[in-house]
């Protein structure tokens, strides 16, 4: 499965890895964000592939938030920190909302994992019929293909008492896909050192298709730069009366 041990196996150390995050800074932009865009304190915010619950950790402050993500064992953690909050396994392609909501969150380029245009569009329609009329959709999505230079790297490291991590990765092309093979180095007392890889195929899907995307499904949609995320991130309405 497309990174399988971040999201199943390594998921108790994902917050560790993304220790250094700014989720706290983050949540407060898309609380600015939301307010601008006619989602006042205590709407009802859904976030879609929400993983550990970071974000919604910060934005239940001002909402009333729910979510749910693909993975089971990312979401023993989030209900761990949030036993409060609905949360549900689901697939983006093909989740189901008991009532509509006031604006859906998809962040931490999800969409990425989606594996054509038309999945890319099932999983748009799914939150074009989760959103009430009038509803908010912000959408981070991946690099474009312009964007996604052959040799760009990442390093996480975690340096705790006890337990050393650290993953790597050099980006490499393959027609529409980008693809990270994240070496893994997990170092624990009396067991040595560990060496893993965890391979992501991330589709670059341009933002044309992205807005086609929106516009099929009924939402209307625009880019906007946000302090904060070093990207452009969607920001889509679902047309009707509020």
């Not at 009802?44 to 239940?60: I, N, P, Q």
């Not at 990765?169 to 007392?189: E, N, Y």
């Amino acid at each position: 499965m497309n990174g399988s041990l971040l999201y199943h196996e390594f998921a108790l150390y994902y917050d560790l890895i993304h220790a250094r995050y700014d989720y706290a800074g983050q949540a407060a932009a898309l609380h600015d964000l939301l307010l601008g865009h006619g989602v006042p304190d205590g709407s009802h915010v859904l976030e879609a592939a929400c993983g550990t619950g970071s974000y919604l950790a910060r934005l239940k402050r001002h909402y009333a938030v729910s979510g749910f993500d693909r993975s089971e064992a990312m979401l023993q953690i989030a209900r761990r920190k949030l036993p409060d909050v609905p949360l549900f396994c689901a697939d983006l392609r093909d989740f189901h909302c008991p009532a509509p909501v006031d604006a859906i969150l998809c962040l931490c380029s999800a969409i990425a994992y989606l594996r054509s245009v038309d999945e890319l569009a099932a999983a748009v329609c799914g939150f074009a019929r989760a959103l009430r009329h009038g509803g908010v959709l912000v959408l981070r999505p991946w690099l474009t293909s312009a964007q996604a230079t052959e040799g760009l790297s990442w390093m996480d490291a975690f340096d705790g008492d006890g337990l050393k991590l650290c993953r790597q990765a050099v980006l490499k092309r393959q027609g529409r896909d980008s693809i990270l093979d994240f070496h893994w180095l997990v170092a624990t007392p009396g067991a040595g050192v560990a060496h893993s890889v965890d391979r992501h195929v991330l589709r670059l899907f341009e933002d044309q298709e992205i807005g086609a995307a929106l516009s099929q499904c009924g939402l209307s949609g625009r880019q906007i730069m946000f302090e904060g995320f070093g990207q452009p991130l969607w920001v889509a309405r679902r047309a009707g009366r509020t």
